[in-house]
């Protein structure tokens, strides 16, 4: 299908891009990789009156350690992400939950910051970000600020982002040391995941004295499993494991749709914790 039709800009920099989409406003879209969009441009899913290209901004791009942070340019495609050595120590279960996104051609495509700016709950790399407590820099007329994880996935497909903001990079407190897995449940592969989980596991002396768990597709935005990650704290075996991984669910609100039932992924959320953090926590 043919996209309606567009105006285009190719900005320079970052400053360039804002003042096109302060412009524009609400009437403007902008393109990273293209993964997310040019699907819905085809699909006239979406009308832009501009489509804002920043493929072309060298600053975007790129891996740096600040500290005890990993910052992460919002243009790193996924392939990159994958094959960064300093994500791959700093942030192994960005790399592995990576890995998994799409296809290989999507992939060497597809953006880190993208991805995020969707906010698609089924997409793999938001539950990511919040099981990894990574903050998310975006650049306006009035300047940057940083917005947590947590607060930035809004709803269904909406952000924190306001139309005339940039996400310019994705900043990640290292977790070397942390166990970590990546699990997802889908029909085909390359498929959407029918429900994923991110776990981050710190273990202590036997026990798991900190667990981070990450839901995809499991309500309207990514989601953290807070009763389960409670639950777990203390655990020192598999059995303790799969009780923790009971409580997965408790608070969401997944949804109902040709895929599953939310009973289905309820079932689906505490079986793939059981498996993910037993996996992070070398007990499987």
Do not use: C
Not at 227 to 236: F, K, T
């Amino acid at each position: 299908m043919i996209p309606p039709a567009f105006d285009y800009v190719r900005p320079a920099t970052v400053d360039e891009a804002v003042g096109a989409l302060a412009e524009a406003g609400e009437e403007a879209k902008v393109l990273a990789g293209g993964q997310s969009l040019l699907p819905l441009l085809r699909l006239r899913l979406a009308f832009p009156e501009l489509v804002v290209d920043v493929g072309r901004i060298p600053e975007l791009r790129g891996v740096r350690e600040d500290g005890d942070t990993l910052a992460v340019g919002a243009l790193t495609t996924h392939h990159d992400v994958v094959h960064d050595p300093l994500v791959r120590r700093y942030a192994g279960l960005l790399a592995v939950a990576t890995a998994t996104v799409a296809d290989p051609a999507v992939r060497h495509r597809g953006t880190l910051g993208g991805s995020l700016a969707h906010a698609d709950p089924a997409g793999d790399l938001p539950a990511v970000a919040l099981a990894l407590d990574a903050e998310l820099v975006v650049a306006g007329p009035g300047g940057r600020r940083t917005i947590p994880a947590w607060e930035f996935f809004v709803d269904y497909l909406q952000s924190a982002l306001t139309p005339d903001e940039l996400l310019v990079e994705v900043r990640i407190p290292k977790t070397d040391g942390w166990g970590f897995h990546y699990e997802k449940f889908h029909a085909v592969a390359q498929s959407w995941a029918i429900v994923g989980v991110a776990a981050l596991v710190r273990r202590d002396d036997g026990h798991i004295a900190e667990a981070r768990i990450g839901l995809t597709n499991m309500g309207s935005t990514p989601l953290r499993a807070t009763a389960a990650e409670q639950a777990l704290s203390g655990a020192d075996g598999p059995q303790a494991v799969a009780r923790a991984a009971e409580s997965a669910a408790e608070g969401t609100r997944p949804s109902q749709d040709l895929s599953a039932s939310p009973e289905y992924r309820e079932h689906l959320a505490r079986v793939l914790t059981r498996r993910a953090v037993l996996t992070a926590g070398g007990m499987g």
